[in-house]
T-cell receptor, first 113, second 111 residues
Framework: DTAVSQTPKYLVTQMGNDKSIKCEQNLGHDTMYWYKQDSKKFLKIMFSYNNKELIINETVPNRFSPKSPDKAHLNLHINSLELGDSAVYFC????????????FGSGTQLSVL | KQEVTQIPAALSVPEGENLVLNCSFTDSAIYNLQWFRQDPGKGLTSLLLIQSSQREQTSGRLNASLDKSSGRSTLYIAASQPGDSATYLCAVDGANSKLTFGKGITLSVRP
């Protein structure tokens, strides 16, 4: 009955590989997000989708491609992984996407070797 | 560009103490401010959300205040307990729920 769930929890991979992180929310929310927490613990937004439509696209390398098949899912695909991509990636959701509480998943720790 | 600062980075207090966590932000044009709790290896849990028109919000032993004009917020924790040990982050919402986070304050409450 987890509200925002993301898989996998840990991802260890080699440079140059392509990987995906999946996120699902069962809260009936319209808006979903991807945040990145780097080694210095700074959390920064990467993308947000409202009802499958891209709303926020921060300055993120185009190796990162979000995909929202429906409003309950927002997956993150990363091509040609680099060492600097190592971080914890958090998925989140909110009811409508404006000035509301955010609900976060437990994070995916990505380690690129 | 909005910047959010939380000082100190870490805090250790004995159980039972009342404490105040500070947060400052550079751009007062915000929609709201949220305080989150992050436990090791876990996601963030939203504790309190203060809309820009509000001055404070309370939930149990937690009270958050907002002074938008001076760019400050405080999270007051009453009668701290070891279970309150976690990292507390504040985040301001400029638009479209695009939150700008501080680095957080890691709180340790000693039994």
């Amino acid at each position: 009955d987890t509200a925002v769930s993301q898989t996998p929890k840990y991802l260890v991979t080699q440079m140059g590989n392509d990987k995906s992180i999946k996120c699902e929310q069962n809260l009936g929310h319209d808006t979903m997000y991807w945040y990145k927490q780097d080694s210095k613990k700074f959390l920064k937004i990467m993308f947000s989708y409202n009802n499958k439509e891209l709303i926020i696209n921060e300055t993120v390398p185009n190796r990162f491609s979000p995909k929202s098949p429906d409003k309950a899912h927002l997956n993150l695909h990363i091509n040609s992984l680099e060492l600097g991509d190592s971080a914890v990636y958090f998925c989140a959701s909110s009811l409508r996407g404006g000035q509301e509480k955010l609900f976060f998943g437990s994070g995916t720790q990505l380690s690129v070797l | 560009k909005q910047e959010v600062t939380q000082i100190p980075a870490a805090l250790s207090v004995p159980e039972g103490e009342n404490l105040v966590l500070n947060c400052s932000f550079t751009d007062s044009a915000i929609y709201n401010l949220q305080w989150f709790r992050q436990d090791p290896g876990k996601g963030l849990t939203s504790l309190l959300l203060i809309q820009s028109s509000q001055r404070e919000q309370t939930s149990g032993r937690l009270n958050a205040s907002l002074d938008k004009s001076s760019g400050r917020s405080t999270l007051y924790i009453a009668a701290s307990q070891p279970g309150d040990s976690a990292t507390y982050l504040c985040a301001v919402d400029g638009a479209n729920s695009k939150l700008t986070f501080g680095k957080g304050i890691t709180l340790s409450v000693r039994p």
